[in-house]
């Protein structure tokens, strides 16, 4: 179990974690989902004892991690996956954590057979290998120890539409043994693929949560017609809300029944009226994305 109470990180006057709370429970895969800068590293690294949070705690298996007696054996955490020693062998990167972490030999080679590394990968030099490479090689790391819980940050970049199926079906028999999973994306479609609940942050607050289904199931609903101004004027006029979609048209958070009644109404013709089919869910992160993107400085006098 995973426990994140009130959580807040300052840097400056840049509130990079905003009260942020949250539970990851055994037996689930939880995807921890934003855009770029939106906290979730610095989450992560608060909860695995790497940043000192301002206020508010975070607990592993009912402990601070720092509390915790040789932790890589209770918690397994993958922040960096480039953070290994590029000169050395992932067969000696994995053998120099199990002599650390006093576990037997012999889980190393388990390890790599269970990330799919072969041996003629483990005994390359890590600077020599791919980016899909380095994830595996850290969540065997992160495996070694035989933990319980398990800290991912972005452990899907750079793996492939198959490697992404491949930690699914790892992550999943891991939840299904009664593991604890947090992992961060901010791709929304890995999430999908991957996590049985979602956490989404945006700007260092908890904008989103629940199990996939419940964000993913049918709400709201998605709507185009002739006049898509027209409608979303009438639809604030009677005080629903509207988000534009990406093909055209847009989200409301009302039943079909009342944005049909709105339209009727107002007398605009409907092209489109059907449930949301969690189109909210990625209308809201998209929304996210792009108020991210707007925020960032643009480059100016950059050589075409
Ligand atoms: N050491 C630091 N000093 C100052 N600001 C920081 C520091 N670490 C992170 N930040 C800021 O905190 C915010 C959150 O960053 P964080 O790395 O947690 O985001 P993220 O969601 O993990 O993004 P990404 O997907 O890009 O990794 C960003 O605005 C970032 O610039």
Not at 158 to 169: F, N, Q, Y
């Amino acid at each position: 179990m995973i426990t994140v109470e009130n959580l807040t990180k300052r840097y400056g006057d840049h509130t990079a974690v905003d009260d942020v709370s949250f539970a990851c429970t055994p037996g689930q895969v939880t995807g921890f989902l934003g855009p770029n800068g939106a906290g979730k590293s610095t989450t992560m690294r608060i909860i695995a004892g790497l940043t000192p949070a301002t206020s508010g705690s975070a607990t592993v298996g009912g402990r601070a991690y720092r509390e915790i007696p040789n932790p890589a054996t209770q918690v397994g955490v993958l922040l960096d996956a480039s953070a290994q020693h590029a000169g050395r062998t992932g067969a000696e990167i994995l053998r120099l954590t199990a002599m650390t972490l006093g576990v037997n030999r012999s889980r190393v080679d388990d390890m790599l057979e269970m990330v799919s590394l072969t041996p003629e990968e483990a005994n390359r030099r890590v600077r020599n290998y791919s980016l899909g490479m380095r994830q595996r090689l850290g969540i065997a790391n992160a495996l070694l120890g035989d933990p319980h819980i398990l800290i991912l940050d972005e452990p899907a970049n750079g793996l492939d539409p198959a490697g992404i199926h491949w930690m699914r079906t790892l992550l999943r028999d891991y939840a299904n043994r009664g593991g604890t999973v947090l992992l961060s994306s901010h791709l929304l479609h890995e999430i999908e693929i991957i996590a049985d609940d979602i956490l989404v942050i945006g700007h260092g607050r908890i904008v989103a949560q629940g199990t996939k289904s419940d964000l993913l199931a049918a709400q709201g609903t998605r709507v185009r017609s002739l006049d898509d101004a027209a409608l979303a004027a009438a639809l604030a006029g009677a005080g629903i809300r509207t988000l534009p979609a990406t093909d055209g048209g847009f989200t409301t958070e009302a039943a079909p029944e009342e944005v049909g009644r709105v339209a009727a109404t107002a007398g605009i013709a409907l092209m489109e009226l059907r449930p949301g089919d969690g189109a909210q869910l990625e209308e809201m992160f998209l929304e996210l994305t792009q108020q991210t993107q707007r925020e960032q400085p643009v480059l100016q006098g950059v050589p075409s």
